[in-house]
């Protein structure tokens, strides 16, 4: 079944603290992966795709096709990153259609 | 640019009424438009697929025949919810996605919170 699983629901963490947002997934093919983030009051808006491997708001995340992950990472907290993340999949059947996660609500705390 | 814009950002009406929702890609031609159903503090929720002058793919449990959708231009996509109820108070969220622009991206809509008393 296709599938992407945020197990956090809600991840606290300090100011200049790591930050980690799991994102695992389940797709039988080579889905595209995409991070969005939603700011409160805000639409969703794209943060990170796979296939650009790029870092943006010092956010990065790699894709890990042996563990099927692909995870959110950021050394330093702050406390604007404060928002929803949702992880996000596309497969390749030609529909283009999202598969999202959960969500995961990150507060940074001051 | 990759604007996508929703009207009426909220909307209040009553059961058994007929609410039009309206998606518009400002500057760039959406071969692809999405519905999303959300609900508070859950996930978004795909409700179905339009392409540009076809018939919209529902997912499966939605209602075609409740929520009609239409996608007659490469810039509008409309969502009708017919007969509302209370039950289909929601936040409608829709996105688009364009020919020429990264391919699987897709741009969200602000959406639209809809009340059924």
């Known amino acids: 079944a296709q599938r992407v699983t945020q197990p956090e629901k809600l991840l606290s963490v300090f100011k200049g603290a790591p930050v980690e947002l799991k994102c695992n997934y389940s797709y039988s093919g080579s889905p595209e992966l995409f991070w969005y983030v939603q700011y409160s009051r805000q639409r969703l808006q794209l943060l990170l795709r796979h296939i650009s491997r790029e870092s943006i708001k010092g956010f990065t995340a790699d894709l890990n096709k042996g563990e099927t992950s692909f995870h959110l990472k950021k050394p330093f907290a702050q406390e604007e990153d404060s928002a929803m993340y949702y992880c996000a999949l596309v497969g390749t059947s030609g529909t283009y259609k999202y598969i999202f996660g959960t969500g995961t609500r990150l507060k940074v705390l001051a | 640019g990759a604007v996508v814009s929703q009207h009426p950002s909220w909307v209040i009406c009553k059961s058994g009424t007929s609410v039009k929702i309206e998606c518009r890609s400002l500057?760039?031609?959406?071969?692809?438009m999405f519905w999303y159903r959300q609900f508070p503090k859950q996930s978004l929720m795909l409700m179905a697929t339009s392409n540009e002058g076809s018939k919209a793919t529902y997912e499966q449990g939605v209602e075609k025949d409740k929520f009609l959708i239409n996608h007659a231009s490469l810039t509008l996509s409309t969502l009708t919810v017919t007969s509302a109820h209370p039950e289909d108070s929601s936040f409608y969220i829709c996105?688009?996605?364009?020919?020429?622009?990264?391919?699987?991206?897709?741009?969200f809509g602000p959406g639209t919170r809809l009340t059924v008393l």
């Open positions: 500057d760039f031609q959406a071969t692809t």
């Open positions: 996105s688009a996605r364009g020919s020429g622009r990264a391919y699987n991206e897709q741009f």
